[in-house]
């Protein structure tokens, strides 16, 4: 569903005045001003403002807010059957247990806000929605189509991997060439990235470090990405509902990026059969040993498999106790030192 001009919805804590308005400008009044009785689009506060009115409204009728992401409402009766609201702005996805658990909430949702009704969900920010006989998949393929044509990259020739292992990246000393379209193109690359992309997470983490001084070279590995896109388009992520255990994986890059001595952690967790949280980051700090980038890396990891624990700890319908969350790790080292009981303060491994 989604609500109809949704910050008109927002009410004021303050008294905000503003000009009026051309074309409605009061004859023998020109020197007043109007005072807003609700929130406007363009005012700072709109967006909290529509997101405080929808919280009221939502836990007033009994819904439960999930502290992990205050966007999330459940609402579940005693025999197991209810609802959960995914909020993203003024667009929202509804399940339910019970097609007439969704009906009741959709009407008592249209009784409060002015919405409109979208259907069974098939498209939602841009990520396409599959069903299958085993599960569901989404994918990114029009969006990937879209961002090439823009990019006037429709044409270019696919390639297997989305970056060149042998390459190395470094900073511009010359002029910046297009920085303000490498900016956009990192941008879209981006949105790709984080909703159903996690292939291309290390490529898209590396060439944004160069968004303020790009050079030929990172042109070059920026259209790599986009040939790799154009040969995987249909690539997505499969969910068919089993294992229903959350598992993590975890790994680091020590030192690879010689300009700043900084090392690069990735991990990724999978529920469902696919994946549901990915990042692939610069490390914040310098690390001395391949072994402590990658209990840095872990530290990272442990952070998101704690969060969404808790997240899925406080959607009723989901089994209870909630299994122990495994975090996998391939280095030898990093595993002998975790299980040791031996500390001196100097242990190091390159």
């Known amino acids: 569903m989604d609500v109809k001009i949704a910050f008109l919805n927002g009410d004021l804590d303050e008294e905000v005045y503003i000009k009026q308005p051309k074309g409605f400008v009061m004859p023998g009044n020109e020197h007043k001003v109007c005072k807003l009785v609700k929130s406007l689009y363009g005012l700072k506060q709109a967006p909290k403002q529509w997101h405080q009115k929808f ?12 502290q992990s992401d205050k966007c999330v409402y459940s609402k579940f009766d005693s025999s197991g059957k209810g609802v959960i609201i995914c909020l993203y702005v003024d667009d929202m996805l509804i399940f339910g247990t019970d097609q007439n658990q969704v009906d009741k909430t959709k ?9 409109k009704d979208m259907g069974e969900a098939d498209v939602i920010l841009g990520i396409k929605i599959k069903r299958e006989n085993k599960g569901i998949v989404i994918t990114q393929s029009h969006y990937i189509e879209k961002i090439l044509k823009k990019f006037n990259r ?4 696919p390639v297997s991997t989305p970056m060149d292992p042998v390459e190395k990246l470094k900073p511009n000393t010359g002029k910046p060439v297009d920085q303000l379209e490498y900016s956009r193109a990192i941008g879209c690359l981006m949105y790709a990235m984080t909703s159903t992309r996690p292939d291309i997470a290390y490529a898209v983490g590396r060439l944004s470090r160069f968004t303020s001084n790009p050079s030929r070279q990172h042109w070059q590995a920026i259209t790599r990405v986009f040939k790799y896109l154009k040969g995987t388009m249909n690539y997505g992520l499969s969910y068919m509902g089993y294992p229903s255990v959350l598992e993590g994986y975890s790994d680091a890059s020590w ?5 700043d001595s900084s ?3 990735g991990w990724v967790f999978l529920l469902g059969g696919g994946a549901i ?5 610069k490390q914040t700090c310098i690390t001395g040993s391949t072994m402590e980038s990658e ?7 442990g952070k998101e498999a704690e969060w969404l624990r808790n997240l899925i700890h406080e959607i009723p319908i989901w089994p209870k106790p909630i299994a122990p969350i495994s975090i996998r790790c391939d280095s030898a080292p990093t595993m002998a ?3 040791s009981q031996i500390y001196n303060g100097k242990s190091r491994t390159r």
């Open 295 to 301: 209990f840095v890396a872990l530290a990272a990891a």
């Open 154 to 157: 429709e044409d270019c020739s």
């Open 255 to 259: 030192i690879n990026h010689v300009e």
């Open 107 to 115: 009407k008592f949702l249209s009784s409060k806000f002015s919405m």
């Open 337 to 339: 030192k975790a299980y």
């Open 263 to 265: 090392s690069t952690s």
């Open 277 to 281: 949280s990915w990042a692939s980051k």
């Open 55 to 66: 919280d009221e409204v939502v836990l007033s009728s009994g819904f439960l807010l999930n």
